[in-house]
């Protein structure tokens, strides 16, 4: 059964929405506007500098003016808008779901990658990827030093395209003088040209040579688990999970261009205004801020607000995403599905117990889920749980959330055991006042650093100390990796008893440089099913 696409149970119920949010709209821009205006990103501050530009704090002052008279103006709109929006928000259902009719075949069509159960085979892989984007109202991205949300919203929507939608290359190169995988993006495909080179990050094609003394990328790690750090996105991403869309015109840009390639979208996930008691905490003004995108169809999917939220992050309502996608089917016509789920933890540093008590309830709500949308007559070939988790698994303020059970259900291929990382590892957090320095800026200067060590620990978020104890890092002997939030993790208890399933490779991914304060993550799964029941499970 598919999903309905509105949020809304009818028309007249989505009508009157659309009437209100246009009252609301207006004054809700010129506001965003207003504090936009006054807020200047690090790179804005420099181009600035570098022109001579003396006019600014004219531009500020009369911009305000503006900005504030028009929002005055509107105001009386808004509020009438807001009368009517509220109540109709009990009405709504907690996610969008866009749904584009497939312009090729579909991935379970294409490609032996995906063709393996279906033509009888005992293989098949999937990919997956999770980025945390930022893209907040324009005047509030701006806090974390990235500005111009809608602009990013369409480059970093094409930049997912480019990088998705191109063949699987892999070329080893044997070789005394070289070793380990070259990067697509550096040595067959050119860079991107849909984005400005002094704003959003455009890649330089040039090739360059690997680092001396550090772990190459395409590597595998000594626990054998292959990764890279690849200036492009993982191509051919089966199921992709994105968070902090939090603006509902970034959210419809990139849905319109990741919709051809990516058939199945939910967005604008979450709940509004007040809800019932125990379901949600505060009234909210921004929604989960999760988007999950998916080549496959989505057969059910279920959102849960998190009730304990606190502070600046009460007012969004974080939660949990958990959708059943429908693979294909095998020679018996039994349908072969995944479970795959998103998430974004609460923020603040120091709320460890906060961040416990969302993992005891993700943990409870994905079983529920799993439970009662099983079928006998389907096989479960993958149960995937990805997004923003804001705690790592290096620093000692995070020791609470690093012991959790979640890692003892779920693996995490980076993760060597409560509180230590693999050597491998590299921190996906980037510190918000360097985000524009030319090491960083651009894909393949990321690319670049993060295969550094002694780059890399410039620009990546360190550890967090407990209050009041001094800290060591790293460890003597130990490689620094830094603050690792985004995270793609996996279980098997939960899939078929005949499936198997095996890392094919890890991606850090630096294709979003200037785009975004996160590295996005990309995971490929092999699953293998028992050649006796490939064709009659």
């Known amino acids: 059964m598919s999903l309905r696409e509105s949020p809304f149970p009818n028309c007249f119920v989505e009508g009157l929405h659309a009437v209100s949010w246009g009252l609301i709209l207006p004054c809700f821009w010129f506001l965003d506007r207003l504090i936009a205006v006054c807020m200047s990103t690090s790179l804005e501050r420099t181009q600035r500098q570098e022109q001579e530009c003396y006019l600014h704090p004219l531009k500020v002052f009369f911009g305000f003016i503006l900005f504030l008279t028009l929002f005055l103006i509107t105001a009386p709109l808004a509020f009438l808008g807001f009368l009517l929006w509220a109540p109709l928000q009990a009405a709504r259902r907690p996610f969008s779901y866009y749904q584009e009719p497939p312009s090729r075949p579909t991935p379970a069509e294409e490609g032996e990658r995906n063709l393996g159960f279906e033509a009888g085979a005992n293989k098949a892989t999937f990919g997956f990827a999770t980025?945390?984007?930022?893209?907040?109202?324009?005047?509030?991205?701006?806090?974390?030093?990235?500005?111009?949300?809608?602009?990013?919203?369409?480059?970093?929507?094409?930049?997912?395209?480019?990088?998705?939608?191109?063949?699987?290359?892999?070329?080893?190169?044997?070789?005394?003088?070289?070793?380990?995988?070259?990067?697509?993006?550096?040595?067959?495909?050119?860079?991107?040209?849909t984005t400005s080179p002094a704003s959003y990050g455009a890649t330089d094609p040039a090739c360059q040579p690997p680092p001396q003394g550090v772990a190459q990328r395409g590597q595998a790690g000594p626990d054998d688990v292959p990764w890279e750090v690849s200036s492009l996105f993982p191509a051919n991403v089966d199921i992709l999970c994105l968070e902090e869309v939090f603006d509902k015109r970034a959210a419809v840009k990139l849905t319109n261009t990741l919709g051809p390639l990516f058939n199945h979208i939910l967005y604008d996930v979450g709940v509004y205004a007040c809800q019932p008691p125990g379901s949600c905490s505060s009234f909210k003004f921004f929604n989960s801020g999760l988007f999950l995108a998916s080549r496959y169809p989505v057969l059910e999917a279920q959102y849960h607000c998190f009730p304990n939220g606190r502070g600046e992050d009460a007012?969004?309502?974080?939660g949990l995403l958990s959708a059943k996608v429908l693979v294909g089917q095998n020679q018996k016509e039994k349908k072969l599905v995944g479970y795959f789920n998103c998430t974004h933890l609460h923020a603040p540093e120091g709320e460890g117990e906060i961040r416990c008590e969302q993992l005891n309830m993700l943990t409870k709500w994905i079983q529920e889920f799993q439970v009662t949308n099983s079928k006998p007559d389907e096989v479960v070939v993958f149960d995937v749980l990805s997004g923003d988790f804001n705690f790592d698994n290096c620093s000692p303020d995070d020791s609470l959330e690093q012991r959790h059970s979640l890692f003892e259900e779920y693996r995490d291929p980076c993760r060597a055991g409560p509180g230590q990382e693999k050597p491998w590892v590299i921190g996906t957090l980037l510190e918000q006042p360097t985000l524009y320095h030319e090491d960083v800026r651009t894909p393949e200067n990321l690319q670049r650093t993060l295969e550094r060590e002694d780059l890399r620990k410039q620009y990546i978020s360190s550890p967090v100390a407990l209050d009041g104890c001094p800290m060591v890092y790293p460890e003597l002997?130990?490689?620094?990796?830094?603050?690792?939030?985004?995270?793609?993790?996996?279980?098997?208890?939960?899939?078929?008893?005949?499936?198997?399933?095996?890392?094919?490779?890890?991606?850090?991914?630096?294709?979003?440089?200037?785009?975004?304060?996160?590295?996005?993550?990309?995971?490929?799964?092999?699953?293998?099913?028992?050649?006796?029941?490939?064709?009659?499970?």
Do not use: M
């Open 477 to 537: 002997g130990q490689p620094w990796v830094g603050r690792r939030i985004d995270y793609i993790l996996y279980r098997e208890s939960s899939i078929s008893k005949h499936c198997r399933t095996e890392i094919e490779e890890l991606t850090f991914v630096t294709q979003l440089a200037g785009l975004t304060d996160h590295i996005p993550v990309g995971l490929r799964l092999n699953v293998f099913l028992d050649s006796d029941t490939a064709q009659s499970e």
């Open 315 to 318: 007012l969004a309502a974080k």
């Open 131 to 193: 980025a945390n984007l930022c893209l907040l109202p324009d005047g509030i991205a701006r806090f974390n030093n990235l500005g111009h949300t809608q602009r990013r919203a369409t480059a970093i929507g094409r930049s997912i395209v480019q990088g998705v939608n191109r063949p699987h290359i892999r070329i080893f190169v044997d070789s005394p003088s070289s070793c380990g995988t070259l990067s697509p993006s550096s040595s067959l495909l050119p860079g991107p040209s």
